[in-house]
Each structure stands twice: as C-alpha cells, then as structure tokens.
C-alpha cells in the first residue's frame, strides 16, 4: 500500500519530509534557468511561457527526489522532458490507456528508472517565478510507482 502526502503547507510535515520536498522545489525552479539542452535549444521568453523545438508551451517545471531503502542519504533526483522519452514511459503510457505516441518523459519516471530500491519519492511543480503548483503523480506514474514498491509519495 502506498501512503500518499499532499503537503498544502510545508509546516505542516516532518523535517525530513519538509527537507526533500524543499531540495525538489528548488530544482524545479533551477530548471527554468537551463538556457541550452543537448538535445534541443531551450530559449527563455520575456513572455509568460518558455517555448520547446517542437513549439509546446511549458508553463510549470517538475521534478522529483527519489529515497533509495529508507536511507536518506541515497538521492536521486529526475525531471520532466518534452523531448526526451524512455522504454518505461512507454509501457506505463499503454498500460494506462494512453496513445503511445504521447509518451514524454514525466520526472517520476525518470527517477525510477535510475534508482536502485526505491522507497520514497518527494514530487515538485513549480511555476515560473518559483512559486509550488499541484503536483500529483499521473495514472502512469502512479502504476510505475506502485510496480517499483515505493511506499510513500509527498507533493505539492
């Protein structure tokens, strides 16, 4: 079973809960300030919105800390692309009932896919001037959360 945590307000979790949702808000936000990507030119608009190659607007920014075995010392940290895909993506995409051909790489995805036994994961949506947004996880994620055996999911 997995315990799910929607922190409306920081103060209101534990220290170690309020840590790495903290560490994951702060890298959402850091990454509206990567200006070039390897695989595509990201630029900043003095718009609302930054823009992709493929011309999608990106209004929010997620990212996700993962807790390797209960141990607080092993991180390992994923975000969302809108260029990027893996093999993992796909499957929970199909299995969800999503069109194949949608399946970007969301940030849960890609922290599972690098970690070793997870155990926690602290998820974070951010706008563009920093500020948290709702950030629950998909029905795909959801399924790749509870197929990998975490137990214990917090979000914005």
């Not at 799910?4 to 103060?11: P, R, Y």
């Not at 141990?71 to 299995?95: A, F, W």
């Not at 795909?140 to 137990?151: H, L």
Request: hydrophobic residues 30%; proline residues 3%.
């Amino acid at each position: 079973m997995v315990r799910e945590i929607h922190a409306k307000n920081l103060a209101d979790l534990s220290n170690r809960d309020r840590y790495y949702l903290e560490k994951a808000i702060e890298h959402s936000s850091k990454r509206y300030k990567t200006v070039c990507d390897k695989t595509t030119s990201i630029e900043i608009s003095a718009g609302d919105s930054t823009r992709c190659r493929n011309n999608r607007k990106r209004r929010c920014s997620i990212a996700c800390i993962l807790i390797e075995n209960g141990d607080s010392r092993r991180m390992v940290t994923g975000s969302n692309s809108y260029v990027k895909t893996h093999p993992l993506q796909k499957r929970y995409s199909i299995l969800s009932g999503k069109p194949e051909g949608r399946a970007f790489l969301h940030a849960e995805i890609h922290a599972i896919s690098r970690a070793n036994k997870p155990y926690a994961i602290y998820i974070a949506r951010t706008d563009r001037q920093g500020t948290p947004q709702l950030a629950k996880p998909c029905e795909s994620c959801r399924k790749a959360i509870e197929d990998s055996g975490i137990r214990r999911i917090v979000y914005t």
